[in-house]
């Protein structure tokens, strides 16, 4: 019933081959993980830098260096960099490691793997270049102008090509729920991005969206959510599901939990955007329908952190020495919790309060450092030894990335929760003559600047622990053999032709 | 259902498929938007749409593209939502019909300062132009970066009758002598703006700055519920809107 995910094939006709000299010999291409994974780290560490900057931008304003450098210009920079530059890399080599392994193939097309990368990379200095320059669209997550949208989606479909090519030609006759999860991924972001970057372009660097108020807020939180949903839990799920089991060496809790929580997942999901408009001027039925299926929502995420976490069962003593089951426990903790707070934070008096405050700004942190992150680095402790055929330089410097980080996060949220909640009460008091208690904004202000602070060092904690897995992977590099030849496998001919 | 989810079940059978899988992916991801979306492009009604709500003018257009280049809606939201406590801070709620022109939408999603949707009329010209240039000239404690070189970088009207066709492209109804005289208008109301700023004791000069046009886009902020049209579009400073504390 439940799987690894290399489970030994059991297609049918390989009884039938009884002619040893028929061999399928293939290789998989870990040239192009390698890459992936170096990339993962060194825009993990801009993006995060460029945080702890623009951290810092707030409670100190002189740290606005200027026209091209001030919050205003550098967050979406931020947000672009974390999101697509290291968290999308970082799904990119989860993807190319695990689909090659899981299709017993390898990837289609080389020069697709190598477009891919580059062209992607292309365009993560295209951001870092026109964000700072003031070129954006103003819609977030989606900043970057028609040129690069462009480039995006020459991109995407490329690596579509690849991989749906790469399931044609599998060996492994069934799809492992981490396929599942990519397949979800690569359809979606294509439609989302499409969907929502539709502009009409006045010059080279400067478009207008075909639409317009009410309608270009639902597409834009259409969009929005779903970037968060497919890009940021969908693939991390299906790196759930193949590096959990891989690292704990325990088969999934459940397959039949895995087939519920990822349709129910995938259906329910692209409904919600609408809660990011909560009282706004759209119709009342839009972002009541958002909020019925966020609440709902609930329920497939536990999906799949109860999925992730009881695979753990009776393995849960191996956390003492492996600190990628560390990292991955920690991340589908956080990756629990913030899907218990986005519902939450959906429903419209909870709402009321939270938005536009500093809680956002903690839910999508505990999301984005809590789960995307330590999965990422769970995943890099465990790839980086096998990639390079080198044991890690120091698990103990691995050890103190794990403490420092979750250190960081926790001083993070908790900085952001208590400033979020403050300016909330502070807009809403009144006093008992019915006036407002704090008709000066400036007020409410000047009594979060100190949370900012305790924000500024939880970042740059996490921050820390990122210099240090650059150090041990580059330490650990340097001791590497020079020539890394791709794994080669052979199967009897006829279970390849089944 | 059993029969669906066991190990040797129908879906089993479907992870089989890869294009069947793939199909039904994409069937379930596009249902929910598409039943958000469609009504609101094919139904009206969905927005009501308000006699007094007017295109921008060319420079508050250009304004607006300085608004959207340095990233101000990254902490200034535009949309005041109907509570008690925002209508007394703020002034009236923001209504769908008000944004009809707006590609895009610049509502935005945290307040790190205040929402500036019925900031129009609320602060002279001049209040404007000093709080850019330095920000804790006019607001004790603030925490804004200063945008001093919007006092000094030159305006660029250029590309004005361009960016006025394209969104009449897009419904924005512009008129074919608005389109032609798109910088010759921005030119007029950006004179009537710096006049007005040195006049009441600012700098000399402005006219031909980006700060002139950020604070027409301001200045016009939430007034498409009173503003009467024609008088608006020929660039006065419309009136405050609802009474702020």
Redesign the interface.
């Known amino acids: 019933?439940a799987t690894t995910p290399s489970s030994p094939s059991t297609a049918p006709g390989v009884a039938r081959s009884g002619r040893p000299a028929s061999l399928d010999v293939f290789t998989y291409d870990e040239g192009i993980v390698r890459l992936f994974v170096l990339a993962t780290i060194l825009w993990g560490f801009v993006g995060m830098l460029v945080g702890v900057v623009i951290a810092l931008?707030?409670?100190f304003?002189p740290a606005?260096l200027?026209?091209y450098l001030?919050?205003?210009?550098l967050?979406?920079l931020h947000t672009n960099a974390v999101i697509f530059a290291f968290a999308g890399n970082a799904i990119f080599a989860a993807i190319y490691y695990s689909t090659q392994r899981l299709c017993k193939a390898r990837m289609a097309f080389d020069w697709m793997s190598k477009f891919h990368f580059w062209g992607w990379q292309a365009i993560i200095v295209g951001a870092a270049i026109t964000l700072p320059l003031?070129?954006?669209?103003?819609?977030?997550y989606a900043e970057l102008e028609w040129p690069i949208d462009l480039a995006i989606a020459v991109v995407w479909v490329v690596f579509a090509v690849n991989f749906?090519w790469t399931?044609?030609k599998r060996r492994e006759?069934?799809?492992?729920v981490a396929l599942?999860f990519y397949?979800?991924t690569i359809?979606?972001v294509s439609?989302l991005h499409v969907?929502n970057s539709l502009a009409?372009?006045?010059?080279l660097w400067?478009s207008?969206?075909?639409?317009?108020?009410?309608?270009?807020?639902?597409?834009?939180w259409?969009y929005g959510h779903n970037a968060v949903a497919?890009f940021l839990t969908t693939p991390f799920l299906g790196l759930m599901y193949y590096f959990l089991p891989k690292a704990a060496e325990r088969p999934v809790f459940s397959?039949?939990l895995s087939?519920?929580h990822f349709?129910s997942l995938?259906?329910?999901?692209?409904?919600a955007?609408?809660h990011?408009?909560n009282?706004?001027?759209?119709?009342e039925w839009?972002v009541t329908?958002?909020m019925l299926?966020s609440v709902m929502l609930w329920m497939p995420s536990w999906g799949g952190m109860i999925n992730g976490l009881f695979t753990l069962r009776g393995a849960w003593h191996k956390l003492r020495d492996s600190v990628v089951l560390k990292m991955f426990v920690v991340g589908i903790t956080f990756y629990g919790m913030a899907t218990f707070e986005g519902p939450m934070l959906s429903v419209k008096t909870v709402n009321?309060l939270s938005?536009?405050?500093d809680w956002?700004?903690a839910h999508v942190h505990s999301g984005a450092l809590g789960w995307n992150g330590f999965m990422t680095f769970g995943m890099i402790y465990w790839l980086v030894p096998r990639l390079w055929k080198t044991p890690l330089w120091s698990p103990r410097l691995a050890n103190a990335h794990f403490w420092t980080g979750t250190l960081g996060i926790l001083l993070y949220v908790l900085a952001m929760y208590a400033s979020g909640v403050t300016?909330g009460l502070m807009?809403?008091?009144?006093d008992e003559a019915g006036?407002?208690l704090y008709?000066d904004?400036?007020e409410t202000?000047?009594q979060v600047?100190p949370m900012y602070w305790v924000r500024l060092i939880g970042g740059s904690l996490y921050l820390g622990g990122v210099v240090m897995m650059m150090v041990n992977v580059w330490q650990t590099l340097r001791r590497a053999p020079k020539h890394l030849p791709d794994p080669a496998f052979a199967l009897p001919r006829a279970e390849a032709a089944a | 259902m059993k029969r669906?989810?066991?190990?040797n079940g129908r879906?089993?059978r479907l992870?089989?498929w890869?294009l069947v899988?793939?199909l039904l992916?994409?069937g379930?991801?596009?249902?929910?938007?598409l039943?958000?979306?469609l009504p609101?492009?094919l139904i009206q009604d969905?927005?009501t749409q308000i006699a007094t709500v007017r295109p921008w003018t060319p420079l508050e257009l250009a304004g607006r593209?300085l608004y959207?280049?340095?990233?101000?809606?990254?902490?200034h939201?535009q949309?005041v939502?109907?509570?008690r406590?925002?209508i007394?801070?703020y002034g009236e709620y923001?209504?769908?019909g008000?944004?009809?022109?707006?590609?895009?939408?610049?509502?935005?999603?945290?307040?790190?300062?205040?929402?500036l949707a019925r900031v129009g009329g609320k602060y002279p010209n001049l209040w404007h132009v000093r709080h850019m240039e330095d920000?804790r000239s006019t607001?004790?404690?603030?925490?804004?970066?200063?945008?001093d070189?919007m006092l000094r970088k030159p305006l660029k009207t250029r590309?004005l009758p361009?960016?006025l066709a394209?969104?009449r492209?897009?419904?924005?109804p512009y008129t074919d002598d608005e389109i032609a005289r798109a910088e010759e208008l921005a030119r007029a109301q950006a004179a009537e703006i710096a006049a007005d700023v040195a006049a009441t004791g600012g700098p000399e000069g402005l006219a031909d700055k980006e700060i002139v046009a950020l604070v027409a886009y301001l200045q016009s902020l939430g007034t498409g519920l009173t503003a009467p049209a024609g008088e608006a579009a020929r660039g006065e400073a419309p009136e405050a809107p609802l009474a702020t504390?």
């Open positions: 019933m931008q707030l409670p304003w606005n200027g026209e001030t919050f205003g210009r967050r979406p003031g070129i954006t669209t103003s819609k977030e749906f399931l044609a006759h069934h799809m492992y599942w397949i979800a359809i979606t439609v969907g009409l372009p006045v010059s400067k207008y969206p075909v639409y317009a108020g009410v309608q270009d807020a639902l597409v834009q259409w497919f397959y039949r087939i519920v349709w995938v259906f329910l999901y692209i409904w955007g609408p990011h408009l009282y706004t001027a759209v119709p839009a329908l958002g299926f009321a938005h536009y405050t956002n700004i300016q807009w809403r008091a009144f006036r407002l008709p904004f400036m202000v000047v600047i | 669906f989810l066991d190990s879906h089993r992870e089989g890869p899988f793939t992916t994409t379930a991801i596009l249902l929910g938007g039943v958000e979306f609101m492009v969905n927005v593209d959207i280049r340095e990233g101000c809606n990254n902490c939201s949309m939502r109907p509570f406590n925002e007394e801070r923001s209504k769908p008000e944004t009809v022109y707006e590609h895009p939408f610049l509502w935005g999603s945290k307040r790190t300062g205040p929402d920000p607001s004790p404690r603030s925490i804004m970066p200063p945008y070189w590309d361009t960016k394209r969104l492209t897009l419904g924005v504390q």
